[in-house]
């Protein structure tokens, strides 16, 4: 099929797919013609890399779980561990973006909201340093 199906079908937009061969993730078949030809297996690795990018996963994640996926010899655990270190990472994350929160909350509560000039969001800013 070709890119537009193959789009279709996996719910990514062609660029990404694009991309995605050029970085080696898939590498579907060429006709005679050069045009791309994808087979059912590339929209499925397709919406499995779309779903693991949807959670957050690196592209490098991704490529790893699926070689872990299509390697049918496989341990669970290699599997478990690299989906263990990615919620590590997301946890970190959300323990920054809270802190974030916290400290534009404060700098909101500060700021008069008026019309005068005196600004402690913008001098927050300006400072370059964190108010909580």
Known sequence: MNIGRASERAKLPAKTIRFYEDIG???????????RDYS???VHDL???G???SLGFTVDECRHLLELYRDRSRASSDVRQAAAA???VIRTKIKELRSMEKTLASLID???GDSRPDCPILAELAAGKSAS
């Open 25 to 35: 993730l898939i590498q579907p078949a060429r006709l005679s013609n050069g045009y």
């Open 110 to 112: 500060q700021c008069a």
């Open 47 to 49: 919406r499995f890399i």
């Open 51 to 53: 779903r693991a990018r």
């Open 40 to 42: 059912e297996r590339d």
């Open 86 to 88: 990615h919620i590590n």
